[in-house]
């Protein structure tokens, strides 16, 4: 195979292509996502119809999916009052009764399994800059929950719970201010040891505290008012899913630059690890899956995990998570490693970056820009993938998330996607 080096293509195109990465993360950075309510699935996200299930990753079937996929589909129709059991979510969706298509084909991203069914109750996030929204689902929290593939009744009737008391307390809240303004929690959250992906210790802490005075102010059930906020101030997670929609956001306005090098989506489903880049429209390019290396809950080992699931690779997408690990030393007790090990990863990411983020900063680093824009050429030419911090799920649906780790795409992802450019710009 030939691969291109980083002037070639400029050359052979008679254009510019440092000037379309340019735009392409000038609009991701500038980018404001603004959280300003939730909704019903079926009412909010474009294109979601009430027998459509969204998923994490590229497109995948019931025939290729993994074993958390296939719980977490499992899981939304027996939520949804469509199937009893495994054997009768199988018959739908292979039949066609059921479709399923990615998140990122909706403006949305859910983590892991990051299936979305009609009737779940979404975050709305608005990009007061440039116009687009963007959503993603609410956060269940650690261990046995459907994103990991559980689908046992206690793991639905959380999900229920969710919908029926904590939603419309936050749908209230959410609506009754001018809207919370993500991209400032994340510039602070930074700062004060998360990186965005894994570890949201600060970030979570950040958007419990906006959300009280919120929920206070207009609830009529103080019993709710208080499990909800419970649930919020004791689940590190609970602002992930905002995040990611925060970045699914900024993301997608760096998508559809004419010539751009910058990979605008990674996603993974559990089988394919999928990118996609901006100066090539919609097409994806696929890869299986590489097994998550990191550290196990007690009982588990390497041979119980999946392969690398979800739509929270977005984050690293937006100059966060993995690229933003030198601002989250204390990551490492979670995923594997040392301090140092984090404050590399980072530095290792400046490599294959076309910049440095305005406004998500390391303090550590004497207040650099996180690593932003992932150049498509950098990573061929260097032979450098991105990295990522990923939780990591049992590879048999119904048990769960088993620890946490590391992984990187494998780099056949990015030379297949490097000659695709090539060929569609015909460089030859």
Known sequence: MTYYPLNLVEKELGMDI?????????????????????GKAIDVIPGMKDNLLLHAGPPITWERASGPMRGAITGALIFEGKAKDMEEAQKLVESGDIELEPCHHHQAAGPMAGVICPSMSVYILENTTHGNKSYSNLNEGYGKVLRYGAYSEEVLAKLRWMEDVMAPLLKEAIESSDGIDIRSLLAESLHMGDEGHNRNKAGSILFTAKLAPLITAVTKDNKAASEVLAFLGENALSVLNPVMAACKAMSDVAHGIEGSTIVSVMARNGTDFGIRISGLGDRWFTAPVPTPKGLYFPGYTEED??????DSTITESAGIGGFAMASAPAIVNFVSGTPKDAINTTMEMYEITYTEHKYFTIP???????PTGMDLR???EK??????????AHKEAGIGQVGAGLVRPPITLFQEALLAYAEHYKIS
């Open 305 to 310: 995990a999946s392969g690398d699931i979800g």
């Open 18 to 38: 440092e000037k379309a990465n340019q735009e392409a993360v000038e609009r991701m950075m500038e980018a404001r996502p603004v959280l300003v309510g939730l």
């Open 364 to 370: 550590s680093l004497d207040f650099r820009g996180t």
């Open 383 to 392: 032979n450098i993938t991105p990295r990522i911090n990923t939780g990591i």
């Open 378 to 380: 950098k990573i061929v």
